[in-house]
């Protein structure tokens, strides 16, 4: 069975860094694509980052483009997502999630969510 455990969220103030890891197991994770989403109240998850599991290629929505940068550990299972020049609008519950391949159509799994708040 598929987990993908988040941890590393907490309370931090505007301008500051925070690294979400993503604790992937069972399953081997070749192939697949793993990414960042993020909710914040009263809003739509969004996408945030996403890093293929094999080659290394990301992608970024444009918000956070310069500041947030998203790596994997094959050897860990474990994807990170390093934040810095933190903004109040940043600040959400952020998921982590897998899906099989780049061209596949919806996230097959996804994790319980790590709460980021931005103090301005």
């Known amino acids: 069975q598929v ?7 907490g309370l931090v103030q505007a ?8 604790a992937a197991s069972g399953r081997t994770f070749s192939g697949y694509v793993m990414g960042w989403f993020r909710q914040a109240p009263g809003k ?12 290394g290629t990301t ?21 990170y997502l390093q934040m810095n020049s933190l903004k109040s ?11 099989p391949s780049f ?6 799994y996804w994790g319980q969510g790590t709460q980021v708040t931005v103090s301005s």
């Open 89 to 99: 609008e940043d600040t959400a519950v952020y998921y982590c999630a897998a899906k």
């Open 3 to 9: 987990q993908l455990v988040e941890s590393g969220g």
């Open 15 to 22: 301008g500051g860094s925070l690294r979400l890891s993503c």
């Open 59 to 79: 992608q970024y929505t444009d918000s956070v483009k310069g500041r947030f940068a998203i790596s994997r550990d094959k050897a860990k299972n474990t994807v």
């Open 44 to 55: 739509e998850r969004e996408f945030v980052a996403h890093i293929t599991w094999s080659g």
């Open 103 to 108: 061209y596949a159509d919806s996230w097959s």
